[in-house]
């Protein structure tokens, strides 16, 4: 299957159960190829939970949830060694982290120690338990969850944690239209717990998404966005309102996240729009403002709108 016939079939799919979001589908898409992981930020009820089961069946992956609470242990996460009374032997009850797709349900409930054993996994691809480390083989995509309005009992991600997200992405309010297919759809007897009821059906495998990915990173980039990525990033370092710019595995990841997004439109090579659009979703957690600049109310998204805005389009 090439990418683009992925990329519509996805869509299409998605589209029986999600009413639009079309923005925020397609770069959870990109992340998806692209092997990076995602955070979406919305408030209760806009489907982040829905989407990402929904992502997990159509792509053939093994999905697990966690519900991130202030008494998560991180042995509920990774798993733990259980004393077997009959061997008189340890066996390792592997916790839900070994998953292709996993979904972290409002991630920032948890303390910092629970949060950095995922953290650990989703940068290095293993799980320590008990001094011993088990890889974490094939497609492992996390998406975390957070709610932008709650913030009495949470455990803010640090910067540097933030940071092991490829993309944070900001889930809004359907349009007047899209809330009322989405009411008719509820009439007409749609089962948000039943996927199958809803007509859907895998589109891949893992081994075959595993192959998409590799497809996508063999996308042409040429000297003129390697240049561009590189400016705005110095930018981003430079610019009145921030006090710590975007780093180089942010340029990284928004290279990775502009050929997958190039590769999901049929194209095997990345225009100044997908490196455009990638900005803000690919920057906006990794940027520190001044102080100054936040009483001033200026946003993340704002400053990279100034910055990109200021930035000449290769040709």
């Not at 629970?114 to 492992?140: C, K």
């Not at 998406?143 to 809004?172: H, V």
């Not at 906006?284 to 600049?293: D, F, M, N, T, V």
């Amino acid at each position: 299957m090439k990418i683009s016939e992925f990329s519509q079939a996805m869509k299409a799919q998605i589209a029986q159960v999600i009413q639009g979001q079309d923005e925020v589908i397609e770069q959870l898409l990109a992340c998806l190829l692209a092997g990076g992981h995602a955070l979406l930020e919305g408030v209760p009820g806009v489907a982040k939970t829905l989407l990402a089961r929904t992502l997990a069946y159509l792509s053939g992956c093994r999905f697990k949830r966690i519900q991130f609470t202030p008494d998560l242990m991180p042995a509920d996460i990774t798993g733990t060694n259980i004393f077997d009374s009959r061997t008189a032997e340890f066996s390792l009850r592997r916790g839900p982290i070994f998953s292709q797709i996993l979904l972290a349900d409002e991630v920032n409930r948890t303390p910092p120690k629970t949060q950095s054993a995922l953290l650990q996994a989703m940068e290095e691809r293993q799980v320590t338990i008990d001094g011993t480390d088990y890889p974490l083989e094939g497609v492992f995509f996390v998406i975390a969850t957070q709610n932008p309005i709650e913030y009495e009992g949470t455990y803010p991600l640090p910067e540097a944690q933030l940071d092991r997200f490829m993309m944070k992405i900001l889930i809004g309010y359907p349009s007047a239209e899209e809330e009322e297919r989405i009411l008719r759809s509820h009439d007409a007897g749609f089962d948000p717990h039943d996927l199958a009821q809803a007509s859907l059906h895998p589109l891949v495998n893992q081994e075959e998404l595993a192959a998409l990915q590799a497809r996508a990173g063999e996308v042409r980039v040429e000297d003129g966005i390697f240049q561009y990525i590189v400016e705005i990033l110095r930018q981003t370092r430079q610019a009145y309102a921030v006090s710590l710019g975007a780093s180089p595995r942010a340029g990284v990841a928004l290279l990775k996240g502009s050929k997958a997004l190039a590769a999901l439109r049929g194209r095997d090579f990345v225009l100044p729009d997908e490196v455009k659009e990638l900005v803000l979703p690919v920057l906006r957690h990794r940027l520190i403002l001044k102080p100054e600049a936040e009483l001033e109310g200026i946003t993340p998204d704002q400053a990279l709108q100034t910055i990109i805005d200021a930035i000449p389009v290769p040709r």
